[in-house]
T-cell receptor, first 109, second 115 residues
Framework: AQRVTQPEKLLSVFKGAPVELKCNYS??????LFWYVQYSRQRLQLLLR??SRESIKGFTADLNKGETSFHLKKPFAQEEDSAMYYC???????????FGQGTTLQVKP | SAVISQKPSRDICQRGTSLTIQCQVD?????MFWYRQQPGQSLTLIAT?????????ESGFVIDKFPISRPNLTFSTLTVSNLSPEDSSIYLC????????????FGPGTRLTVL
């Protein structure tokens, strides 16, 4: 069955420290993976997708099919990165998104 | 991107009543979805709203409880029927455009509290 797992409910780091938000998936086909972010009092929005292979706000994520992972990384966290982050998988034939449980990132000054 | 509005933004309802949530998009979109986010939980897909035909429901969600309409390519409604306190959640509408390569754009959500 398709599933997305984010093992950490809360990740707390100091400003300037590296950040890695973990995401593992289970999918029988060829996965399309996304990271969505929700800042305080804002709506959920796309941060990045694996297809584009780009860095957004200093964040990168590499799809590792061998480990079925799509971890989100940033070398130096900023306070404005504090938010809820969701890893999501798109079903190729329906476009449906399957979300992980979400990780709250807290960046302390 | 797509600009999505939802009405109402929040409501407090009595047990046994129903609430209809509207989702309006500023442009025609191919796909519209409805999600539920229960307190402290992630987003769960309720159904895909299909234009001109019955919605496609996910396992655990039924039409009698969550009737959905989508009369055109820019508008959809979700009704949560026969409310109970367990229905207290945030309900979100999302859309996907033909040129967005599976990216979904989300509405601001409707926060429902059932007393």
């Amino acid at each position: 069955a398709q599933r997305v797992t984010q093992p950490e409910k809360l990740l707390s780091v100091f400003k300037g420290a590296p950040v890695e938000l973990k995401c593992n998936y289970s999918y029988s086909g060829s996965p399309e993976l996304f990271w969505y972010v929700q800042y305080s009092r804002q709506r959920l929005q796309l941060l990045l997708r694996h297809i584009s292979r780009e860095s957004i706000k200093g964040f990168t994520a590499d799809l590792n099919k061998g480990e079925t992972s799509f971890h989100l990384k940033k070398p130096f966290a900023q306070e404005e990165d504090s938010a809820m982050y969701y890893c999501a998988l798109s079903e190729s034939n329906t476009g449906k998104l399957i979300f992980g449980q979400g990780t709250t990132l807290q960046v302390k000054p | 991107s797509a600009v999505i509005s939802q009405k109402p933004s929040r409501d407090i309802c009595q047990r046994g009543t129903s609430l209809t949530i509207q989702c309006q998009v500023d442009s025609q979109v191919t796909m519209m979805f409805w999600y539920r986010q229960q307190p402290g939980q992630s987003l769960t897909l309720i159904a895909t709203a299909n234009q001109g035909s019955e919605a496609t429901y996910e396992s655990g969600f039924v039409i009698d409880k969550f009737p959905i309409s989508r009369p055109n390519l820019t508008f959809s409604t979700l009704t949560v029927s026969n409310l109970s306190p367990e229905d207290s959640s945030i309900y979100l509408c999302s859309v996907e455009r033909e040129d967005s390569y599976n990216e979904q754009f989300f509405g601001p959500g409707t926060r429902l509290t059932v007393l």
